[in-house]
């Protein structure tokens, strides 16, 4: 179960798998943007992403990257197909070194830099 409070979510397993005296926990969503908007509009994926942790719906596989021949780490979308089990589809890459060089990042202050996030919270 999921209970959402603003810029939080309450994340509780399923009834069948609480332990008597089971507190939820709660998770506070990190976003990162120059803006409320983004940050808000990042927030609600985020939402959904720990929604999909809670209910195992998403997953992470090592999948085949066909174009190099390279096995990669993929974020999954996981549903019980009519044969009862998993299919799985790509939501997300995760990045390597080298594509991290390629990425900076919003400081709060209109500026982006490189492999740091300063002055947000």
């Known amino acids: 179960m999921v209970n959402e409070n603003g810029g939080k979510v ?3 397993a399923k009834k069948n798998k609480v332990r008597k005296g089971s507190r939820p926990i709660e998770i506070e969503l990190k976003t990162y943007a120059q803006d409320d ?3 808000n ?3 609600e994926v985020l939402k959904m992403f720990y929604k999909g942790a809670v209910m195992s719906s998403i997953g992470l596989a090592e ?3 066909e174009n190099t021949n390279q096995k990669e780490i993929v974020l999954v979308g996981v549903t019980k197909n009519p044969w009862g089990t ?3 589809y790509p939501l997300a ?3 390597n070194a080298e594509d991290m060089s390629r990425y900076s990042f919003p400081d709060g202050n209109g500026n982006y830099v490189k492999h ?3 002055g947000m919270d």
Do not use: C, G
Request: proline share 0%; aromatic share 0%.
């Open 10 to 12: 309450n994340v509780v």
């Open 93 to 95: 890459l995760s990045l």
């Open 86 to 88: 998993d299919t799985l």
């Open 63 to 65: 999948a085949l990257n």
């Open 116 to 118: 740091a996030v300063a």
């Open 41 to 43: 509009e990042l927030a």
């Open 37 to 39: 908007e983004t940050r």
